[in-house]
T-cell receptor, first 108, second 117 residues
C-alpha cells in the first residue's frame, strides 16, 4: 500500500459546483496534513493545512481530517476555472510524503 | 518577502554527463529540501537539511546524486553521471521550522526541469 493515495481523477466539475477530493494514508503516526495546488508547469503551492480531527475552512476551501479512518479530504466550493489544477495531498510523518495528485478541471 | 530561488530553470544534457542545480531558500528558513518530481507523480523527497546538517537522505541515490548546504543557506544538488530516468523536475523547498516541528509548512521554488537525452 502506498503511503498516500488519492482518487485517481481526472475530476471534471462544472463552474459553480463543489469539487471533492479524497486522500487516504497508511502512517497512523502522521501529525500534519496539507493540500497543495500545482498548476501545470508550476511548483506546488500550499493552500490548506490541518492538524486535528474535524473541518477547517478557508474561503472556498474546506479540509476535513479523520485520523481514526486515516483520511483527509478537500472540498472546493463554487469552483472556478482558475481552480483547474492538480491537487496534491501531503502528510508529515517522519518526512513529508506526497500523493500522486488529482487533476481537477472546472468547465465554464 | 522573496521566495525560494532556483537555477537554472531548464537543463538539457546527454546521459552520462553531470549537472548541478542551485537553490537559495527564503531568508531565515532553517530547513531546506530537495525533491524529485517525475511527470504524473507527486514530489519525492531526496534530501533534507536542517541548517547545514543532513536530516534525511534515505531516498537519495548516493551512487550518482550528491548535495551540500554550505553555511546553512544556499544548497547545490549534483547528478553525476546522469541517466535517462533522472529526467524530472527538481524542486527545492524551505521551511522556517525544524525537524519534528508539528507545523512544518514548506514553500517551494519554481523548480528546474531536467531532460536527459
Amino acid at each position: 500500500q502506498k503511503e498516500v493515495e488519492q482518487n485517481s481523477g481526472p475530476l471534471s466539475v462544472p463552474e459553480g459546483a463543489i469539487a471533492s477530493l479524497n486522500c487516504t494514508y497508511s502512517d497512523r503516526g502522521s501529525q500534519s496534513f496539507f493540500w497543495y495546488r500545482q498548476y501545470s508547469g508550476k511548483s506546488p503551492e500550499l493552500i490548506m493545512s490541518i492538524y486535528s480531527n474535524g473541518d477547517k475552512e478557508d474561503g472556498r476551501f474546506t479540509a476535513q481530517l479523520n485520523k481514526a479512518s486515516q483520511y483527509v479530504s478537500l472540498l472546493i466550493r463554487d469552483s472556478q476555472p482558475s481552480d483547474s489544477a492538480t491537487y496534491l495531498c501531503a502528510l508529515l510523518g517522519g518526512k513529508l510524503s506526497f500523493g500522486a495528485g488529482t487533476t481537477v478541471t472546472v468547465r465554464a | 518577502e522573496a521566495g525560494v530561488a532556483q537555477s537554472p530553470r531548464y537543463k538539457i544534457i546527454e546521459k552520462r554527463q553531470s549537472v548541478a542545480f542551485w537553490c537559495n531558500p527564503i531568508s531565515g528558513h532553517a530547513t531546506l529540501y530537495w525533491y524529485q518530481q517525475i511527470l504524473g507523480q507527486g514530489p519525492k523527497l531526496l534530501i533534507q537539511f536542517q541548517n547545514n546538517g543532513v536530516v534525511d537522505d534515505s531516498q537519495l541515490p548516493k551512487d550518482r546524486f550528491s548535495a551540500e548546504r554550505l553555511k546553512g543557506v544556499d544548497s547545490t544538488l549534483k547528478i553525476q553521471p546522469a541517466k535517462l530516468e533522472d529526467s524530472a523536475v527538481y524542486l527545492c523547498a524551505s521551511s522556517p521550522k525544524v525537524q519534528g516541528d508539528y507545523y512544518n509548512e514548506q514553500f517551494f521554488g519554481p523548480g528546474t526541469r531536467l531532460t536527459v537525452l
